[in-house]
């Protein structure tokens, strides 16, 4: 990467309303509170294009809120083969969206599990979806980005350094 670049990441999965605007916001949290929020953006969105427009799921916004983050901003965004030039990394919430991208992505690009970050999780682990459950998915799905954001951050400062 060169000097004076910003360096691009974006977190997907299904229809960006739950996992990856969750993502998206502790990722840039974390990065901001390591000194790297000016040389770093992070965006989310979706492979489904159900909830272009819409905001955030408001279990996920409440979750986020009541931790001390802000997502009142999230608008949903469909991933498209055409985004894989935008960004420098691209991290999936699953292997089914990490398939749905690996399909489209250059041969050059490989898409990434979010949590392949976080040095306590087992190899392949996913963020479960939490749109079909209760509260406790969400908050389950904070504790878990929380967990790996750290590892991306460290990632990315490699990265950039």
Known sequence: MMGGMTYRVCVVC??????????????????????????????????????????????????LT????????????????????????????????????????PPDVEVRLFRSFDPSAPEGAEVPDPYYGGREGFEEVLALVEAASEGVAKHIADEID
Not at 22 to 33: N, Q
Not at 40 to 54: C, D, I, K, L, Y
């Open 14 to 63: 299904m229809g960006n309303i739950c996992r990856s605007p969750m993502a998206e916001v502790v990722l840039r949290k974390t990065l901001e509170d390591r000194g790297l929020g000016d040389r770093v953006t992070v965006e989310s969105a979706g492979t489904g294009g159900w909830h272009v427009g819409g905001p955030m799921d408001e279990r996920a916004l409440e979750i």
């Open 66 to 105: 009541w931790n001390g983050y802000d997502g009142s901003a999230h608008r949903a965004r469909q991933f498209t083969r055409d985004w894989f030039d935008r960004y420098d990394l691209v991290l999936a919430m699953d292997r089914d969206n990490v398939a749905t991208l690996s399909r489209i992505a």
